[in-house]
């Protein structure tokens, strides 16, 4: 029973140490540096995760990810050349926010769109909503308003 409880005690106090093993180390030689790797990391989307960005994935395939931009970073490569990378590597999905191309164009047209044809929409509708509620009772309705008053004025 000793042996059960010190096995884990010991399994307990090393939980913690587990999960930092999996943490990765990045040496950068400046800040700027350090903060455009975060930056990418942070903007490019995992392929396995879904919604999910790099810089927080679990996946073997978001860590290739992290270490590919951390050596194109060293090898002195602009974030638009290690971005243009990834894309022809993985595809637009990893962009969170995809470039405007021409197939893309309905991507980012749609919503500003939507909003115009609601605007059109309700501004048709008042214009008729005027139109009807302005017009002149016609002779039969204004002889039968007055037929349906003077009834109520005799009763």
Known sequence: MALITRLLLCAILLWP?????ATEVREFDNPVTEQRYRDLTATLRCPKCENQ??????????????????????????????????????????????????????????PA??????ALVVVLMV???RRTSARDLSTEERARLDELINREKTE
């Open 127 to 129: 214009r008729a909503r």
């Open 113 to 118: 769109g939507l909003v115009l044809l609601g």
């Open 17 to 21: 140490l587990l999960g930092q093993a």
């Open 53 to 110: 960005a790099i810089d927080d994935s679990e996946s073997p395939i978001a860590g290739d990810m992290r270490e590919r931009v951390y050596l194109q970073l060293q090898d002195g490569r602009s974030d638009k050349e290690i971005l243009d990378f990834m894309v022809s590597r993985f595809g637009d999905y990893v962009l969170y926010n995809p470039r405007l191309e021409g197939r893309t164009l309905l991507l980012w047209g749609l």
